[in-house]
């Protein structure tokens, strides 16, 4: 007579318990720049796989859900300036964990306008130097997060900037100030932006810091000689000198005032004793 069998299975209680939640979670813009975003977050090796919860929808939730064997993801599924959260599951045979908290992020995008234009000056008598301050946004809604490729400079005499002058480029993120090459004496608007590798961003333009009306500067050179009109001597044995102001100034007229005149007196024609 044949016994029938019996077949029973234990679950220990604990063996097959869900993982963890995923800790060290960080989300930050992809050093790239190309408006992807970077998840990491601490490796378990009893986790089978991870899911990524991503949610980009400012309404109602849209979470779209992504399965991963490492404990990182790139995402490049941006736009520029779109705000997502992110939280990750660890999950194995017997199921996937409370999901992290959500972490948002907001991706990259072209730098905003620089800070501020500190000074336009004339260096040179066809060079006009720019000082400027980097942007506050460089590219992820903050000041340091996406570095900084390229600052350009340009001047127009149209206030709406309709044709470029001149302009230069600084090749570098950290180069705050810039020399360009200019005519003497004309008047020049000025504008500065700002680049990372998705691009310059807008402008800001040189403005009257009371009003915000946009003004011009010109390159001004050392002005052209003084006529002597006369030399007469005085009775106390010293010399009277009149001349006539010169023809220019510093801007190939006289529109510039001259600030100061230096009167020299030497026995030796050529001035060298």
């Known amino acids: 007579m044949l016994l029938p069998f019996f077949a029973t299975c234990f ?7 869900v993982p963890m939640t995923p800790s060290e979670v ?14 990491n977050w601490a490796s378990d090796p009893s986790v089978l796989y991870w899911l990524v ?3 980009c929808s400012s309404d109602a939730p849209d979470i779209a859900v992504i399965r991963l064997i490492e404990p990182h993801m790139v995402d490049y599924h941006r ?4 705000r997502c959260l992110y939280a990750v ?3 194995d045979l017997s199921g996937c964990s409370t999901p992290s908290p959500f972490f948002p992020i907001r991706t990259g995008s072209v730098p905003g306008p620089p800070a501020a234009i500190i000074a336009a000056f004339p260096s040179h008598p066809d060079t006009l130097s720019v000082r400027y301050l980097p942007p506050r946004d460089t590219g992820a809604s903050d000041p340091s997060s996406v570095a900084l490729t390229n600052f350009r400079v340009q001047l127009s005499e149209s206030e709406n ?7 230069t480029e600084a090749g570098d993120g950290a180069v705050w100030v810039q020399s360009v090459q200019a005519r003497k004496g004309v ?3 000025v504008r500065v932006a700002a680049a990372n590798t998705l691009g310059y961003g807008p402008p800001l333009y040189l403005t009257h810091p009371s009003n915000g009306s946009r003004y011009p500067v010109r390159v001004l050179g050392p002005p052209g000689p003084a006529t002597v009109v006369a030399v007469v001597p005085c ?3 010293s010399l009277r000198v009149r001349w006539r102001p010169p023809l220019d100034s510093g801007a190939y007229d006289t529109s510039e005032p001259v600030v100061s005149y230096m009167v020299q007196l030497d026995d030796d024609p050529s001035f060298s004793s």
């Open 235 to 237: 009775e106390d044995l």
């Open 26 to 39: 960080t989300v930050i813009p992809d050093p790239g720049l190309n408006r992807g975003v970077l998840v």
């Open 89 to 91: 599951e660890a999950c």
């Open 187 to 189: 008047w020049y608007y």
């Open 161 to 167: 900037f309709t044709s470029i002058a001149a302009q």
């Open 79 to 82: 736009h520029d300036h779109l």
């Open 11 to 17: 679950i220990l209680a604990g063996a097959l318990a």
């Open 53 to 55: 919860n991503r949610n």
